[in-house]
C-alpha cells in the first residue's frame, strides 16, 4: 500500500488522537516505512504533542522538522500581509517532500479550538483538498443528541463535497455510550453515501489531565513523595481549606489536592487518607502560596516516600493555582502507555479495522489542486534544470516571476534586454537577479552570428542579409535563434507583445518536426480540484478534420507529459449520433482519423461539453462512453469557440488558465497573455523548462 491519508474535523474538542493512533497502529502493521504530518502547529514543531507521541511510538523515518507544514504565527503573518495562498503553498511543498520519503504518509489536520479566528472554520478540509488526499473526518459527539450528531456530519459531509475532498470514513468520538449501544443504526441509516460511520463512546479519563501535565502546565516544584506515580489522570481538583475534618467528607479517588503550604493539618489528614483502607486515593498534593512545610514536616514526608503521594509546591496563591490546574488539558503522551492503551482498545472495539484497512488502500483521490500541479511541475523542472530565455526584460511581471524562478532554483534564466535598464529597474523593485544572465540583442557579440543564421534560413523567403541583421536585433527573433542554436533551452514571451509576435519566429526558425502537421496550443486550466486541457484556443482559427485530429493527439500527448491521464472529448453541439450537419461531420470524422493513428487512445465524439465533463448528465446522453463524464482533454471545434469558452471558464469559476501552451514545435517556445500575472510566468517558464526536458530526449535518442 502507497500513498496517504487525512484526519481533519471541523469541530473542537473532537479527539482526533485517537483516530489518528488507532489508524497508526492498524497501519503500521502492513507498511514499513509509514510518515506522520501535521500542516499546521503552534512553536517550532518540536513541542507539538502529536508529533512527538507519533514520531516515538512508532519510529517515524522523517526528522522533526519535516514532520509539519508551517507555524501557526507564520500562517498568521501571511494572513496579516495578504498572502493566504502562499501558506497552502507552503504545506502542499512540505507535504509533498515528507511524502517523498515514506511508503505512506498519514497527515494529521490542525486543532480548531487553537487556531486564530481569522482562519475560515473549514481550513482543515480546504487543506485536505489542496493535498488532494483522501480524508477521515472526526465527529465531536460530546453531550450532544443523536439529532446533534446527525445534523453535524451532515454539515461535514456537505463541506467535503464543496470542496470536493474525498472522504473515506467519518469517525463520532466521544458519543454518550447509551447513543453508541441504542441509535447506531438509526444515525448511519441517516445518510445515503456508502462512507462507513464508526460511534467511539466517550471514555473520560482520555480527557483526564495527569499529575505529569499538571504540574508542568503550573510551573510545580518537587517537595516529596515518587516520581513513578505522576502518571495517574486527575479526575477532578480540589481546594482544602477548610478544617481537616470537614476536608476528608468531600476527598474523593484520583483528586488533586491544592492547599496553602502552611496547612500541616491537611498535608497529615491527606497522608492518612493514602494509608487508610477506608478512604479514597488522591493522586497528589500541591501547596500553594510559597510557603513550605516546616522542617520537622519535611523530615517527617521524606522517610514515607514509599507510602506517600506527590508533593509539590508553587508560588502562586491557592486561587490562581486552582484556576490554572483545572485549565490543563488532558492529551495523550508518548510516556503513558496505559492511556495509549486504553485509546488503542476504545478505537479497536469499534471499528470495523480491515475494512477500514481495505478502504484506505483503494481509495485514491483524482484531486489535483493547482498548488499540487505547481508543486509536481517545480519539482519536475528541477530534476535535469533547464535554461529559459525571457525576451521581455522591461516588464516588470517578468524581473519579478525571475526572481521566484531564482529563488526557487527551478530554471537558469537569460533576460533580454538592456543591462543598465534591467539592472536598475530590479535595483528599485528590490528584486535580486544578481545570478541572471542579461543579455541587449542590440549590442551583443552573438548579433553577427544569430543575424548569418537567419539569413542562411529565410534568404529563400527572399529576406536579406541587411534585413536579417536588422531582425535579429528584435528581441522575439534573438531569444528564438538562442533557443534554434542551442544557447537557450527554451522561450516564454507574451508578457508585452503579441501572440503573433511571440510565435511567428518560432514557425520560421525552430518550425515541426516532419510528423507534425500543424503547431497548436493548449491551456491547463487549474479548477479546484482538477487541472483539465483545452485545445486549441489560441492558433488556428477553422481547422479541418486532420487538423482537429493533430490537435487531439499533440494535446493528449500534452497531458500525458504533465500528468494528466488524457480521455479526450472532441467537442460539438450535439453529442454521439443525435446531431446532423457539416460541423458535427467534421468532428465525427477526426475521431475517426485518431482511431487510426493512436488505437489505445481514450477519445469521443461529438460531444456537447456537458456529458463530456459531468458523469449525471453523461449517462443521459452517453452512457456507452468511456470518455463521458470522465474528461480530460477538451478539443473545441475552432478558435472562436476555443478561446471564448477558456475565458468565460476562467472568469466565472475562478480557475487558473496557464498557458497557450504550445506544441508541435521542435523546441519548445510559449505564449503569454498580456494580462498575465507573476504566477502565471513562472508556472510558464516551469512547463516550458518540462517540454525543454523531453524535447532534449528526443534529440538524443535520435542522435
Do not use: W
Not at 484556576?323 to 492529551?331: D, E, F, H, W
Amino acid at each position: 500500500m502507497t500513498g496517504s491519508i487525512y484526519i481533519g474535523s471541523l469541530e473542537q474538542g473532537s479527539g482526533k488522537l485517537v483516530v489518528t493512533l488507532g489508524i497508526m497502529e492498524l497501519l503500521s502493521r502492513h507498511i514499513d516505512r509509514i510518515g506522520f504530518f501535521r500542516p499546521v502547529v503552534h512553536g517550532d514543531g518540536t513541542t507539538d504533542n502529536d508529533i512527538n507521541l507519533i514520531k516515538k511510538r512508532y519510529n517515524v523515518p522523517l526528522p522533526i522538522e519535516q514532520m509539519h507544514g508551517i507555524t501557526h504565527k507564520e500562517a498568521r503573518a501571511l494572513l496579516a500581509s495578504g498572502q493566504e495562498q502562499r501558506i497552502y503553498r507552503t504545506i502542499v511543498s512540505k507535504y509533498n517532500q515528507a511524502l517523498e520519503q515514506c511508503d505512506f504518509l498519514l497527515c494529521e489536520g490542525p486543532n480548531i479550538s487553537t487556531l486564530s479566528e481569522a482562519f475560515d472554520y473549514d481550513i482543515s478540509i480546504r487543506i485536505a483538498r489542496e493535498l488532494g488526499t483522501p480524508a477521515i473526518y472526526v465527529s465531536n459527539g460530546l453531550d450532544h443528541s443523536v439529532d446533534e450528531i446527525i445534523r453535524n456530519i451532515q454539515v461535514a459531509e456537505n463541506t467535503f463535497e464543496q470542496h470536493r475532498a474525498s472522504l473515506v470514513a467519518v469517525f463520532v468520538n466521544r458519543v454518550v455510550p447509551e447513543i453508541v449501544v441504542n441509535e447506531k443504526e438509526k444515525i448511519c441509516n441517516a445518510f445515503k453515501g456508502s462512507v462507513p460511520i464508526s460511534l467511539l463512546p466517550n471514555m473520560p479519563s482520555l480527557s483526564m489531565p495527569t499529575m505529569d501535565q499538571i504540574i508542568a502546565a503550573i510551573q510545580a516544584t518537587y517537595l516529596s513523595g515518587p516520581k513513578n506515580r505522576l502518571l495517574r489522570d486527575v479526575r477532578d481538583i480540589k481546594v482544602a481549606a477548610m478544617s481537616s475534618n470537614n476536608y476528608l467528607e468531600f476527598l474523593e479517588k484520583d483528586d488533586l489536592i491544592i492547599t496553602p503550604g502552611d496547612r500541616p493539618d491537611i498535608i497529615l489528614a491527606t497522608l492518612a487518607a493514602i494509608i487508610s483502607k477506608t478512604y479514597p486515593s488522591p493522586v497528589g498534593l500541591i501547596l500553594s502560596g510559597n510557603f513550605l512545610p516546616s522542617s520537622s514536616m519535611m523530615r517527617l514526608l521524606e522517610g514515607l516516600d514509599d507510602l506517600a503521594l506527590p508533593i509539590y509546591s508553587v508560588k502562586t496563591d491557592t486561587y490562581r493555582t486552582a484556576m490554572q490546574a483545572g485549565s490543563v488539558p488532558g492529551v495523550l503522551q508518548a510516556k503513558n502507555e496505559q492511556k495509549i492503551a486504553k485509546a488503542l482498545g476504545l478505537f479497536e472495539t469499534h471499528t470495523d479495522s480491515k475494512d477500514l484497512r481495505q478502504r484506505i488502500a483503494v481509495t485514491k483521490s483524482n484531486i489535483i489542486s493547482p498548488l499540487m500541479f505547481e508543486y509536481a511541475l517545480f519539482e519536475r523542472a528541477r530534476q535535469v534544470k533547464q535554461h529559459i530565455v525571457l525576451p521581455e526584460g522591461s516588464d516588470d511581471r517578468i524581473l519579478r516571476a525571475a526572481e521566484i524562478l531564482r529563488l526557487r532554483d527551478v530554471v537558469d534564466l537569460t533576460i533580454l534586454g538592456d543591462q543598465d535598464q534591467v539592472h536598475n529597474r530590479a535595483t528599485q523593485l528590490g528584486l535580486r537577479l544578481q545570478d541572471v544572465n542579461v543579455i541587449d540583442p542590440q549590442t551583443s557579440p552573438l548579433r553577427d552570428e544569430f543575424a548569418c543564421k537567419l539569413y542562411e534560413l529565410r534568404k529563400d523567403k527572399g529576406m536579406t542579409a541587411e534585413y536579417a541583421y536588422d531582425r535579429i536585433a528584435d528581441v522575439s527573433y534573438f531569444g528564438t535563434m538562442m533557443v534554434y542554436l542551442d544557447k537557450a533551452d527554451g522561450m516564454v514571451s507574451g508578457a508585452a507583445h503579441t501572440t503573433q509576435h511571440t510565435i511567428r519566429p518560432a514557425f520560421q526558425i525552430i518550425r515541426t518536426p516532419p510528423d507534425v502537421l500543424l503547431v497548436s496550443s493548449v491551456f491547463f486550466m487549474c479548477m479546484d480540484t482538477r487541472v483539465l486541457v483545452y485545445g486549441d484556443c489560441a492558433v488556428n482559427p477553422n481547422p479541418d478534420s486532420e487538423e482537429l485530429a493533430e490537435i487531439a493527439i499533440s494535446s493528449a500527448d500534452t497531458a500525458a507529459m504533465f500528468g494528466i491521464e488524457p480521455m479526450v472529448a472532441m467537442l460539438s453541439y450535439s453529442s454521439g449520433k443525435s446531431g446532423q450537419g457539416e460541423d458535427v461531420d467534421m468532428v465525427r470524422k477526426a475521431v475517426d482519423i485518431v482511431h487510426q493513428r493512436r488505437p489505445g487512445l481514450p477519445i469521443d465524439g461529438p460531444i456537447q461539453y456537458d456529458a463530456a465533463i459531468d458523469a449525471t448528465v453523461a449517462s443521459k446522453k452517453m452512457p456507452d462512453s468511456q470518455v463521458a463524464g470522465k474528461a480530460t482533454v477538451f478539443i473545441f471545434p475552432d478558435l472562436n469557440t476555443g478561446n471564448n469558452t477558456y475565458k468565460a471558464v476562467q472568469r466565472s469559476s475562478g480557475a487558473v488558465a496557464i498557458g497557450p501552451i504550445l506544441q508541435g514545435l521542435n523546441k519548445p517556445v510559449n505564449d503569454l497573455s498580456r494580462g498575465c500575472l507573476v504566477p502565471d510566468i513562472v508556472n510558464t517558464v516551469a512547463i516550458t523548462a518540462i517540454q525543454a526536458q523531453a524535447s532534449n530526449r528526443k534529440h538524443k535518442s535520435l542522435q
